[in-house]
Structure formats: C-alpha cells, structure tokens
T-cell receptor
Framework: DTEVTQTPKHLVMGMTNKKSLKCEQHMGHRAMYWYKQKAKKPPELMFV???????INESVPSRFSPECPNSSLLNLHLHALQPEDSALYLC?????????????FGDGTRLSIL | DAKTTQPNSMESNEEEPVHLPCNHSTISGTDYIHWYRQLPSQGPEYVIH???SNVNNRMASLAIAEDRKSSTLILHRATLRDAAVYYCILRDVNYGGSQGNLIFGKGTKLSVKP
C-alpha cells in the first residue's frame, strides 16, 4: 500500500469542465510534487512545493493550477484541458526536497479528456 | 542533471540474479546515483542510491564502478513481482540549493520469466 494517496484513481472530463485532483500524505513530508506521465513514457516533473510554497513550475500551461492548502495536501486544479493532456498524473512527497531524500509516489490519477 | 544510458529491455528467470547496467560517463563529483522502479499500474518506487561505495539494502545492491562512469543495480533473486521499468537517475546534491529534480530517462523494462 502506498503512503501517498491520490484521488480519484480515474477521471474522465470534457474540455470545458473544471475538476481537481487530490493528493494526501501523512508522513510529515514538507516537499510535494506533481508529475505527468504519458503512455509508455517516463514521468515528467510539473510542479514542486516546498514548505507549502511553489518553488518550481516546469513551464506548465496555466490550465493546470496547483494548490497546497497545508503540508499534507496537494491539489491540481484542471480547467479547459486539451485531449493531449490525457495522461497519468502522479503525486510524490519527500521529507524536505533535498536531492538525497527519496521521493514517495502515489499510484496516480488516470485522466482522460474527451 | 547529467544523462544516463540504460538498455531498453532485459529478461531474467525467476529466482536468478539480475544485473541492470547504467552508463553515466559525464557524471560530476556531486552527482548521486539513484534507482527507482515502476511496477505496472503503479507510481515509481525508490530502490537505492549511492555516491562512490557499493550499497546494499533490503531491496537490492548497487555496484558503482571505480571511475563512477557506470553502475549496476543487482537484484539477488528475481521474483515475478520485480517485473518493472527500472530508472537510473543522477541527482546533484548542489542542485538549486534545496531542490533536486528527479529527471527520469527511458529506463530498462525488466521481464521475469517463471
């Protein structure tokens, strides 16, 4: 069982919908991450939060809007997505974001855009 | 982060050792070698990391060449559950002060035959 919980596991939405992905961890980690993984490709970093502040945005389009309400919770708000945004969205956490610290991943939300 | 090169795929037999190679000829002195794996339908999972000396943990062993230009992840007795994509990633401890991104390459897809 993973210690990083992502909900929902699957999401189908139209291009005009607004939805949110949720990620939760209770390990006391202070760094949290969003990754995007297309089919048969490696994960790609989207955002990094460190101590609830956005520290890295890897040139992600504004239709993806991250939010970190507290140290245990990370959201990804979705609006006006395109079909090419269909992918597995992975959340991860680490103790403080230092490079030596392992990242713990959830099992992802599989997103399909109609 | 410096680049790594891994074979696209490898096969092994159950209960036999597996040696997964990784080349990183442009590694810098402050790059740590990390291994993650991703089982089907799951998020990536941290396996092991090291700098210069060989490392062992409950999951695997990491053998690092003396010149650090290559490394090998060793699974001592492969099980069917070890079938996954294995990623070798370099992480610079000096990167960005407090953030060290995980940059995933294509990895090696390991198949385990019963």
């Amino acid at each position: 069982d993973t210690e990083v919980t992502q909900t929902p596991k699957h999401l189908v939405m139209g291009m005009t919908n607004k939805k949110s992905l949720k990620c939760e961890q209770h390990m006391g980690h202070r760094a949290m991450y969003w990754y995007k993984q297309k089919a048969k490709k490696p994960p790609e970093l989207m955002f990094v939060y460190s101590y609830e502040k956005l520290s890295i945005n890897e040139s992600v389009p504004s239709r993806f809007s991250p939010e970190c309400p507290n140290s245990s919770l990370l959201n990804l708000h979705l609006h006006a997505l395109q079909p090419e945004d269909s992918a597995l969205y992975l959340c991860a956490s680490s103790r403080s974001g230092l490079p030596l610290q392992p990242q713990h991943f959830g099992d992802g939300t599989r997103l399909s855009i109609l | 982060d410096a680049k790594t090169t891994q074979p696209n795929s490898m096969e092994s037999n159950e209960e036999e050792p597996v040696h997964l190679p990784c080349n990183h000829s442009t590694i810098s002195g402050t790059d740590y070698i990390h291994w993650y794996r991703q089982l089907p339908s799951q998020g990536p999972e941290y396996v092991i990391h090291g700098l210069t000396s060989n490392v062992n943990n409950r999951m695997a062993s990491l053998a690092i060449a003396e010149d650090r230009k290559s490394s090998t992840l060793i699974l001592h007795r492969a099980t069917l559950r070890d079938a996954a994509v294995y990623y070798c990633i370099l992480r610079d401890v000096n990167y960005g002060g407090s953030q060290g991104n995980l940059i995933f390459g294509k990895g090696t897809k390991l198949s385990v035959k019963p």
